[in-house]
């Protein structure tokens, strides 16, 4: 039993290491969470991932790549149940895109991202942000309506100006 109580004495050793290193974790304020919260339900609801991974299904045939990425501090809660990864079912691309380290002041932002290849990599972004209180949808940097009507034209038409179309 010396040996347990050894990996126990270790343990706790290692705890107060660690907590010294990192600090304490800091709980975020409630705002913040749920400006989050309200992100996360927009693009659901918006079936933003979804609507891009269409994209790539129907009209590249499955050769591009959807990935999305929060451009947020690190956030774990349990109650949103969102994961931040790649979200193509081909898994030869494992490595995530965790995010900026920096701080974002006052504004917190959602990334979804079609990538392709088209002699050069291109791609449509749809970003979803709340800056100054108010909440934002831009499709390759252009605003749009949070709706999804709107959304899908916009998508459709930043992917013709990718491929170098006249938008119809």
Known sequence: MAWRDDLLV??????????????EPVEEDSEVVQEREELYELAN???????LLDVNEVVLSGTGRVESTSLMEYYDDENILYTMEDLGEDDED???????????????????????DDDTECAVDVEL???????YVL????????????LET?????????MNMDAR
Do not use: C, Y
Not at 129 to 135: A, C, E, F, T, V
Not at 139 to 150: L, M
């Open 154 to 162: 916009a998508v459709l038409d930043a992917f013709r100006a990718e």
């Open 94 to 116: 494992e490595d995530e895109d965790e995010g900026d380290e920096e701080e974002l002041d006052d504004n917190e932002e959602l990334r979804f991202s079609l990538f392709w």
């Open 139 to 150: 499709v390759n940097g252009e605003e749009v309506r949070p709706q999804r009507e709107v």
């Open 129 to 135: 942000g709340k800056s100054s209180g108010r909440i």
């Open 10 to 23: 270790l343990r706790n050793e290692v705890e107060t290491a660690l907590t010294r290193i990192l600090g």
């Open 45 to 51: 609801s918006l079936q933003v991932a979804q609507l």
